[in-house]
């Protein structure tokens, strides 16, 4: 299974940036699609940050959009998230999630994967 870990979370004032990288690593080969980033604050459903595809387009949820920006390294493959612009609504746990394919025992099979969450609160 293709292993996602996030990283850079932390916190930050209200106004302030940060830039959030998630790598993916695995046993076996793999090939990624699409990553993206989610976040859950208490209380609220998990929602779209932003996503990005193998072929860089990208999608942005509205309350992000201008403030955020979503990129990956496909050679290191990383996702990363660069936040400015940061308000206190921003505040929540950010996870990484990238769909693709793998081989397994029983060939290559669809993989979808989750990382662990990192937080990011925005506070003064």
């Known amino acids: 299974q293709v292993q996602l870990v996030e990283s850079g979370g932390g916190l930050v004032q209200p106004g302030g940036s940060l830039r959030l990288s998630c790598a993916a690593s695995?046993?076996?080969?793999?090939?990624?699609?699409?990553m993206g980033w989610y976040r859950q604050a208490p209380g609220k459903q998990r929602e779209l940050v932003a996503a990005i595809t193998n072929t860089d387009s990208t999608n942005y949820g509205d309350s992000v959009k201008g403030r955020f920006t979503i990129s990956r390294d496909n050679a290191k493959n990383t996702l990363y998230l660069h936040m400015n612009s940061l308000k206190p609504e921003d505040t929540a746990v950010y996870y990484c999630n990238a769909d693709g394919r793998e081989v397994t025992r029983m060939g290559w099979s669809t993989f979808e994967s989750w990382g662990q969450g990192t937080q990011v609160t925005v506070s003064s």
């Open positions: 695995g046993r076996s080969i793999f090939t990624i699609n699409a």
